[in-house]
């Protein structure tokens, strides 16, 4: 751990406000033990400092990243950031700050590098289910999905979907996380969107979700079940967005 006087910093949750957070502790020389979002109750001890997004800082930091250390260390912390890893951004900081005086760490068994990616490997299992498990619904042409990860897998979701669905547009909403990814017109974004209040589907979605129900009944063979090994495969979690369980 650093030897600089350690503080509590407040962010806006974003990543680019995570690396202007970064740069504010190597240019103060402030070991940040704790980061806070606005909305979060700020109880701490050490000194408290709010950190403006600066997305010109942040790139700098980006920049740094690229150029100083390695692509292994850049996507470990990009990635690692989208985990729901408790307290993720001081592990990722430590991460950091490790590699910059110590040089790039690539050996899996370093603590520091180990539980970024233990919860990296959540968020990849993570999103290869939700590759197969999320649902769509058509409302007027657009297509409208929702989902509760832990993890926020739409950035790691928008590619395949993207490339899935050209010629569509469609939407899929993050629960946990309030935001959305949204594409049309062969452009994306992901936004933050606090709540989507869907109307009734109409009759030709309903015999849509009918017809893939019936699907999925008639495939099944009775004698086989085995609802276990369905849950480990496809977890109760997912189940109230699954239509054919539903």
Same mark, same amino acid.
């Given at each position: 751990?650093?030897?600089?006087?350690?503080?509590?910093?407040?962010?806006?949750?974003?990543? %680019?406000?995570?690396?202007?957070?970064? &740069?504010? %502790?190597? !240019?103060?020389?402030?070991?940040?033990?704790?980061?806070?979002?606005?909305?979060?109750? @700020?109880?701490?001890?050490?000194?408290?400092?709010?950190?403006?997004?600066?997305?010109? +800082?942040? =790139? #700098?930091?980006?920049?740094?990243?690229?150029?100083?250390?390695?692509?292994?260390? !850049?996507?470990?912390?990009?990635?690692?950031?989208?985990?729901?890893?408790?307290?993720?951004?001081?592990?990722?900081?430590?991460?950091?700050?490790?590699?910059?005086?110590?040089?790039?760490?690539?050996?899996?068994?370093?603590?520091?590098?180990?539980?970024?990616?233990? &919860?990296?490997?959540?968020?990849?299992?993570?999103?290869? =289910?939700?590759?197969?498990?999320?649902?769509?619904?058509?409302?007027?042409?657009?297509?409208? /999905?929702?989902?509760?990860? @832990?993890?926020?897998?739409?950035?790691?979701?928008?590619?395949?979907?993207? /490339?899935?669905?050209?010629?569509?547009?469609?939407?899929?909403?993050?629960?946990?996380?309030?935001?959305?990814?949204?594409?049309?017109?062969?452009?994306?974004?992901?936004?933050?969107?606090?709540?989507?209040?869907?109307?009734?589907?109409?009759?030709?979605?309903? #015999?849509?979700?009918?017809?893939?129900?019936?699907?999925?009944? /008639?495939?099944?063979?009775?004698?086989?079940?085995?609802?276990?090994? @369905?849950?480990?495969?496809?977890?109760? +979690?997912?189940?109230?967005?699954?239509?054919?369980?539903?």
């Amino acid at each position: 751990m650093s030897t600089w006087p350690q503080v509590s910093l407040v962010y806006d949750g974003s990543f %680019s406000g995570f690396l202007c957070c970064v &740069a504010h %502790s190597f !240019r103060d020389k402030e070991y940040p033990f704790y980061f806070f979002t606005p909305d979060e109750t @700020q109880t701490t001890l050490y000194p408290l400092r709010e950190i403006v997004r600066c997305d010109a +800082r942040s =790139k #700098q930091v980006y920049s740094l990243l690229k150029a100083k250390l390695s692509p292994f260390v !850049r996507q470990v912390v990009e990635y690692a950031f989208l985990t729901c890893l408790p307290h993720r951004e001081r592990h990722i900081y430590d991460y950091i700050y490790a590699c910059a005086f110590g040089g790039p760490i690539h050996d899996p068994t370093d603590e520091r590098l180990f539980i970024l990616n233990k &919860a990296i490997r959540h968020l990849m299992g993570e999103c290869e =289910k939700y590759l197969g498990f999320v649902r769509f619904s058509d409302y007027e042409g657009m297509l409208l /999905s929702e989902i509760s990860p @832990q993890n926020r897998v739409l950035p790691l979701l928008r590619a395949h979907f993207c /490339s899935r669905f050209p010629n569509e547009t469609f939407l899929i909403y993050d629960l946990t996380h309030k935001e959305a990814l949204f594409y049309t017109e062969r452009k994306w974004r992901i936004l933050p969107l606090e709540e989507l209040v869907l109307d009734s589907p109409g009759e030709s979605e309903l #015999q849509l979700r009918a017809l893939w129900k019936q699907f999925f009944q /008639s495939i099944s063979i009775e004698e086989r079940s085995n609802p276990a090994l @369905q849950r480990s495969h496809m977890p109760k +979690r997912y189940h109230k967005h699954i239509t054919e369980l539903n």
